[in-house]
């Protein structure tokens, strides 16, 4: 894994916009439509070299292929793991229940649009869970190297991202085994085959763990914090076990409170959380410092325990807003990142969270992605020089 050795280094936390007829495809059949998985396929792979080239052009440094082949960053499984069927509704998150008026207003702006839902019509595991077939997961890598392969420039280096198994137990109801625990194992040995070809594949690995911080909130919301806490001790517990195979510093984690605009104001504090984070075999851990409510807690990694070569790729801007950050501000969250640390070559530029989490749920026009990124290029390098190091 790359550090930031003579300047800071700029990446994001995955999910990037995808086309509108994409877009389209994926939320007709999530509706339970037919749809051309022929016309789906040739439409991915297209989004994916599309989305490599506005990376390069942006600066990014370790880019992605931006799951421009998934419909959601964890719905997708549901495709390539075996036991799932059924159907049920997530409870609303605490922060979204407590403003009644901000709930309705929130309906009528998700109803404009297609999309795909990451909360209700959600599938249950209804049978056991395994990985049905490798060759999916390799499907995927190899359309990105490919896509690579036709860029012009490249990347420093590459990442894809996978889900934790924390955040599909959540949000896809156990309805077969007898215990979460054995739930979350058998989520754990599928997700580690998509684990171990992503890093087989030469990429980086990022384990995407909202789990970790979001379902404080969600699943946990009327029960002591410290159920919670046991929860996502859990759940890193089996992350470790599905990385048993895996270098350290081909692993990061990235954990946030949900990328959804809203009050945030039942979140876990990060503080609460950070030592059971900091348990992850992971070579670097991707933090949101960008948005109003979080931006703060940038303080709280001065108790974050770091070896010999792990970083922390620290939001610094807001996947969720149509404001381009102007570069002084990046510079200013980065230096004061670093400061903490006390190492600058630690630190890494990122976003908060994805742009596109799930298909057509991004509340950022395409363009202003792109400058968004280019904003955090630019801030980077301010903060390079203003730390000494060479930029």
């Known amino acids: 894994m790359l550090n930031s050795a003579n300047r800071i280094l700029i990446t994001h936390t995955g999910s990037?916009?995808?086309?509108?007829?994409?877009?389209?495809?994926?939320?007709?059949?999530?509706?339970?439509?037919?749809?051309?998985?022929?016309?789906?396929?040739?439409?991915?792979?297209?989004?994916?070299?599309?989305?490599?080239?506005?990376?390069?052009?942006?600066?990014?440094?370790?880019?992605?292929?931006?799951?421009?082949?998934?419909?959601?960053?964890?719905?997708?499984?549901?495709?390539?793991?075996?036991?799932?069927?059924?159907?049920?509704?997530?409870?609303?998150?605490?922060?979204?229940?407590?403003?009644?008026g901000f709930r309705a207003w929130t309906a009528d702006q998700e109803g404009t649009r297609p999309s795909v839902s990451a909360r209700g019509g959600l599938p249950k595991a209804i049978g056991a869970v395994t990985y049905l077939d490798p060759a999916l997961i390799k499907a995927e890598c190899d359309d990105f190297l490919a896509a690579l392969a036709e860029a012009e420039g490249g990347f420093a280096e590459a990442f894809m991202t996978a889900p934790s198994p924390g955040i599909i137990a959540a949000a896809l109801l156990n309805e077969h085994y007898d215990t979460e625990n054995a739930y979350l194992h058998a989520l754990g040995q599928a997700l580690r085959v998509e684990y171990e070809a992503i890093v087989g594949a030469g990429f980086l690995l990022q384990i995407d763990a909202p789990d970790l911080a979001l379902e404080r909130h969600v699943s946990f919301q009327d029960r002591p914090l410290g159920d919670f806490l046991d929860f996502a001790e859990r759940v890193?517990?089996?992350?470790?076990?599905?990385?048993?195979?895996?270098?350290?510093?081909?692993?990061?984690?990235?954990?946030?409170?949900?990328?959804?605009?809203?009050?945030?104001?039942?979140?876990?504090?990060?503080?609460?959380?950070?030592?059971?984070?900091?348990?992850?075999?992971?070579?670097?851990?991707?933090?949101?410092?960008?948005?109003?409510?979080?931006?703060?807690?940038?303080?709280?990694?001065?108790?974050?325990?770091?070896?010999?070569?792990?970083?922390?790729?620290?939001?610094?801007?807001?996947?969720?807003?149509?404001?381009v950050e102007h570069p002084e501000v990046v510079a200013d969250r980065l230096?004061?990142?670093?400061?903490?640390?006390?190492?600058?070559?630690?630190?890494?530029?990122?976003?908060?969270?994805?742009?596109?989490?799930?298909?057509?749920?991004?509340?950022?026009?395409?363009?202003?992605?792109?400058?968004?990124?280019?904003?955090?290029?630019?801030g980077a390098r301010i903060a390079s020089i203003r730390l000494g190091m060479r930029g």
């Open 16 to 100: 990037l916009p995808r086309p509108a007829a994409l877009t389209g495809l994926y939320s007709r059949r999530a509706d339970g439509a037919a749809i051309d998985e022929a016309a789906l396929d040739a439409a991915g792979k297209q989004a994916t070299r599309h989305v490599v080239a506005q990376q390069i052009g942006a600066g990014i440094d370790i880019g992605n292929n931006g799951e421009q082949q998934r419909e959601a960053f964890f719905l997708y499984v549901r495709r390539r793991m075996s036991g799932f069927g059924g159907s049920w509704n997530r409870r609303p998150m605490a922060d979204i229940a407590k403003y009644p």
């Open 236 to 323: 890193v517990g089996t992350i470790n076990e599905a990385l048993e195979t895996i270098p350290r510093d081909r692993v990061r984690i990235h954990a946030c409170w949900g990328n959804y605009e809203a009050p945030h104001d039942c979140d876990v504090d990060l503080q609460d959380i950070l030592p059971t984070i900091a348990q992850a075999k992971v070579g670097g851990w991707v933090l949101p410092f960008a948005n109003p409510r979080h931006a703060h807690e940038y303080r709280c990694l001065k108790n974050l325990p770091m070896d010999d070569g792990q970083v922390v790729i620290a939001g610094v801007i807001d996947p969720l807003t149509n404001f």
């Open 335 to 378: 230096e004061r990142v670093a400061q903490v640390i006390g190492d600058p070559v630690r630190v890494l530029a990122g976003t908060d969270c994805g742009f596109d989490s799930s298909a057509g749920r991004g509340r950022v026009a395409e363009d202003v992605v792109w400058a968004k990124l280019r904003a955090m290029a630019d």
